[in-house]
């Protein structure tokens, strides 16, 4: 996977790849008390770009809030790293990981003594799911594993102790031969997959689980929001849904910056639709790729 990569950013300086190490008592080890982001640069047309980095940032920030992590760097000065990163590499399409956590001083559970070291690495990352899933769409299981409630931890931003939950689902799914899961809420209702937020179609219009049903506010869902009201179609993106209607939806699709849009074709073995990508996802999908491709929409782009 990091083939290619020669070097990280971290606290403010770039390091040789094999010496971008922390020590083994750092707390984010110990108790997942990191917070990050995964970013897409795309080889546009108007050459390398970052999908969204302003957004990304944002929510970089913010994850950091609730935790006291205090970023020691201006978005200006990730942003010049980032760049900078990915220009000296030679990448024209990479994936980017920033990456904030606490580092190593003490073990107690409060971090008040223990350092914030920020990090920045980027290497190249093809489809999540597959090339294959983008057009045929991926099988699903509904996990056994539930999300966490956002009364027990914000589940809205991206915490890197959160995601033993999405491993314990992911790896649920994948060990029962499906491709992905899809992980429900504490009150039972569809929360989102274990990286990725989800669609459901009927009727032609739109439905996604809303940010109180304990899902991370993601930025390819907003994207995906977006273009579809821009393509005539209705969403609704408060919705509560159940498992239930998994299964009897005319479309269901995944969002997320690694999966891109990836439709689902199956649930739990129900076929969806007719079981491979529906013409509303197309629709969106194609959107997707066409505003990537092109690279013209300013606003979304940070050219590198
Ligand atoms: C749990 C979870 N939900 C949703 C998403 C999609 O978010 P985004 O589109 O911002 O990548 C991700 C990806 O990071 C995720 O990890």
Redesign the pocket.
Known sequence: MFEGTDRVWMDGEFVDFEDANVHVLTHALHYGTGVFE?VRCYDTEQGPAIFRWEEHLD?LYASAKPYDLDIEFTKEELTDATVELIRSEGFESCYIRPIVFYGFDSLGVSPRTCPTETVIAAWPWGAYLGEEALEEGVDVMVSSWRKHASSQIPTNI?TTGLYVN?MLAGEEARSNGYTEAIVLNKEGNVA??????IFLVRDDEIYTPGMAES??G????QTAITLAEELGYTVHDEATISRGELYTADELFF????AEVTPIRSVDDNEIGEGTKGPVTDDIQSAFFDVIDAGEREEWFKYV
């Open positions: 995964g929510r991206k999405s989102e997959g274990p990286g990725e937020n899902i991370l993601g930025i390819t869902r969002t997320g910056t690694a």
